[in-house]
């Protein structure tokens, strides 16, 4: 039994005619008195009885017309879901984002979505670190990331979708704020507050790297788990802390100011990433909608 015998079971059950029900199905007559005849040896029951004169449902016939409308609409609710699937309208996305920078861009892109592709759910995973993020990618954990990667795995494309530079947030009182700039030397003796040491992060190996090139080594007075609880730690005067410019763009941290720090390494920028050969429609179309709210 198949969605041919059932639409052609209903269709003559609503007609009680067999010529009818076949200019109905654009079917000849004898075809769809053989999905009958196969239906009821399915059934192993009469549907029909026929005469020259007369078609009438059976009691069987009569007991089956309910449960094969739910089967027909199944049926097509399941034809509905392949083609949604086939055309990127439904489907499943694991989505990473590393850093502060990218909370605003994963609900932007979450909004998006869900107001043009309700089918297409994101699951959000957030991570401290850009290596572990780009790792899975590569390997199937994550479908798509956001972060500021230092290097990228031949099996994984990338788009750039913004070019941020490194600010220093210190307190409001302290005696650099309100500055147009500042250079790392001018920060030799400051306190740092930073992410634990990985080699995943970044923004800690470019502060080390320009502090080494100002011809010191930062001293980190407090290690954090996370950017908001170091910013909240630069608002309660425990240190300063370096990040990027798009973290005073997008958020207000009380009692804290940011000042672009002069670095001659250039830009950061900031990156969407997903594995090259990914053939999923879904994830298609996500990457097309990214296109339209983060232009490369």
């Known amino acids: ?53 007369t078609v009438r449902l059976t009691a069987a016939g009569q007991a089956l017309v309910e449960p094969a409308r739910d089967i027909l609409m199944s049926y097509q609710l ?9 055309e990127g309208e439904i489907g499943h996305l694991r989505l990473g984002f590393t850093g502060i920078a990218t909370h605003t861009l994963v609900g932007r892109l979450s909004k998006l979505v869900r107001n043009t ?18 790792d899975s990618v590569a390997d199937g954990t994550f479908d798509l ?12 494309s990338t788009r750039t979708i913004a070019e941020e530079s490194l600010v220093v947030a210190v307190h409001n009182d302290h005696p ?25 992060s970044t923004t800690i190996e470019r502060l ?32 300063c802390s370096v990040t990027v410019s798009s973290v005073p763009r997008n958020f207000t941290f009380p009692n804290v100011s940011f ?3 002069d670095d001659e390494q250039g830009p950061f920028p900031l990156l969407m990433a997903w594995r090259k050969y990914d053939d999923s429609p879904a994830l298609r179309e996500v990457l097309r909608l990214s296109e339209q709210l983060f232009p490369t």
Not at 122 to 130: G, I, M
Not at 212 to 235: C, E, K, R
């Open 259 to 261: 000042i672009p720090l």
């Open 117 to 134: 592709h309700p089918g297409i759910h994101l699951s959000l995973q957030s991570s401290s670190f850009a290596l572990p993020a780009m």
């Open 208 to 239: 080390y790297t320009l502090a080494q090139a100002a011809g010191f080594s930062p001293n980190v007075a407090q290690v954090a788990p996370d950017s908001w609880t170091i910013l909240s730690l630069v608002g309660a005067e425990f240190g």
């Open 78 to 86: 399941a034809e509905a879901a392949v083609t949604a699937a086939g």
């Open 145 to 156: 990331a956001f972060g500021h990667y230092p290097f990228v795995p031949q099996s994984v």
């Open 1 to 53: 039994m198949d969605g041919k015998h059932i639409r052609a079971f209903l269709v003559v059950a609503e007609e009680l005619h067999f010529g009818r029900a076949a200019e109905r199905l654009r079917m000849t007559q004898p075809p769809v008195s053989r999905l009958i005849r196969n239906l009821e040896a399915e059934m192993s029951a009469q549907l029909f009885e026929r005469s020259t004169r």
């Open 176 to 200: 650099l704020a309100g500055r147009q700039s500042v250079s790392m030397a001018e920060l030799q003796d400051e306190d740092f507050i930073t992410l634990p040491p990985n080699p995943g």
